[in-house]
């Protein structure tokens, strides 16, 4: 993927928008942990490591942790809405909503 800011997948016609839109993100944090495990790869191979190098890096897998979550959270909640939306289990239910 290239670092490129336009969303390759808005255009598909096959998708939706919200679908398109989670892909994207999903390509997105994809590259953050190519690049983060490329970092990781290079800390390993030198064994150079000071305190200010380590504690970044704990910082931004703490980052990434963190994006991860809310984003698996967001893909999550999406999907259990159009679920919900399109095999509504009880009439009723769907009427308090």
Known sequence: ???STINPYKDRL???TLEAEVLWEYAKLNQHVKDLNERLLLVAQTRTLDKTHEGITLEQL???ERKISNFKASVWGVMSDRSFSTHPQDDSIANIL
Do not use: K
């Open 1 to 3: 993927m290239t670092s």
């Open 14 to 16: 096959s998708l939706s």
């Open 62 to 64: 703490r980052v990434l």
